[in-house]
């Protein structure tokens, strides 16, 4: 079979692509109509109440919700808006955990569980209901999820995880013998029902777009926060164009914080590469869901490296995209000089096995994931001796998730209100 060529390291029309994502080959999210949302470089000093460094789900989300309040707030980032790791994600919408509910009822409680499964859940319905409110055309739909058995793991791995699940209040999960794809290899396994997937890029664009024609939000783009000092509980950002920003609150969604010396936040998280092939296929040939399995329970990683697969619906009247992801491992470790041909190669492999697809590849990409040493995300305000300083973090491989979820903790840290989740991942926890 003759593939077509994939899309790798596309021209922008006036910068090199390589310097405003982080990796060389373009995502499935962007084509020659959809490239990230630019905006101009910030070009004089400004004071804001609320500085927020980053253009993901996590930023934006923060950015739009603080917005509503009345505060003043400006928004930074060093490429373009969903140029990082938010513009590699694979867009999965689900309260299914890759660190699997019975591991955080064993490491961190019942309690803790329910609360974790409750932010997720609220996750969901918060895009799906800022989709409705803002009217964004962005592919959002909800659909199920299934996880099913990797061949190393055995039924006792799911059946652990439904008790856990009904423990944590999701009760609408339920084991299934047959999987919607039929096969024996995807057999039995868990239905999430209630989840959701969407296109990121149009939402977050279209979110982008409205707070700054608007002037809720005043966005900067290719803009590095180069360096952060406070003075009198003032903080100031120096950018790489030469002028700073002075705000009172500012917020690091960078997937991975800027600030660490006192904090040491990465002693408190492990850096995983990720990787995605996207095959074509004919519409509605695959049934519309989420699917993941249980991971290679072989690997000595925390977090078992698993398959994960959805589908994304094209303007093309005859085919679709079948995005499947995974071959994750621990960036810098030896596995990481096997080549990356390798990687795709693998992920190829299991995707015609599994979904018996023939059809080219046309994409594919890899991301970096934060995996939390304890297995829950880490937002709120960073540790150390600078005050009003906020971070969004580990979102593990439930990224738009945890970034919607740092949206709603940040605003409301903030803002001086109680939320309800802001313990569980709190930085000053004991991550260990």
Known sequence: MTSRPVHAKPEMKSDIWELHTSGQNQSSWFNDTLQPAKFEKLSENISVDVAIVGGGIAGITTAYLISKSGKSVALLEDGYIGSGETGRTTAHITHALDDRYYNIEKNHGTNSAKMAAASHTSAIDFIDRTVREERIDCAFSRLNGYLFLDPTDNKSSLDKEITALRNAGISSAKIESKSPL???????????????????????????????????????????????????????????????????????????????????????????????????????????????????????????????????????????????????????????????????????????????????????????????????????????????????????????????????????????????????????????
């Open 182 to 432: 039929g096969s024996k290899e995807t057999s039995p396994c868990i239905c999430f029902q209630g989840q959701a997937q969407f296109q990121p890029m149009l939402y977050l664009t279209a979110i982008a777009n409205k707070m700054s024609q608007n002037n809720e939000v005043k966005i900067f783009t290719e803009t590095h926060a180069q360096e952060i000092q406070t003075v009198n509980s003032t903080n100031v950002i120096k950018t790489n164009t030469g002028y700073s920003v002075t705000a009172r609150d500012v917020v690091l969604a960078t997937n991975a914080p800027i600030i660490d010396k006192a904090s040491k936040i990465y002693d408190k998280q492990v850096a995983y590469r990720t990787y995605v092939v996207v095959a074509e296929i004919q519409k509605n040939s695959i049934p519309s869901a989420l699917y993941w399995d249980t991971g290679n329970q072989n690997s000595d990683d925390h977090v078992k490296p698993y398959h994960y697969v959805r589908i994304q619906q094209t303007g093309n009247e005859t085919n679709d995209l079948l995005i499947v992801g995974g071959e994750d491992h621990k960036t810098g470790s030896p596995n990481d000089r096997t080549d990356f041909d390798t990687k795709f190669k693998n992920l190829e492999t299991w995707m015609r096995k599994i979904f018996s697809v023939d059809g080219p590849i046309v994409y594919n990409w890899s991301g970096q994931v934060m995996e939390p040493l304890d297995g829950l995300a880490i937002i709120g305000p960073n540790p150390g001796k600078d005050k009003n300083i906020y971070i969004a973090t580990g979102d593990s491989g439930n990224g738009i998730t945890h970034g919607t979820i740092a949206g709603i903790i940040l605003h409301d840290l903030i803002l001086g209100k109680n939320n309800p989740w802001a313990e569980l991942y709190n930085p000053n926890r004991n991550i260990r």
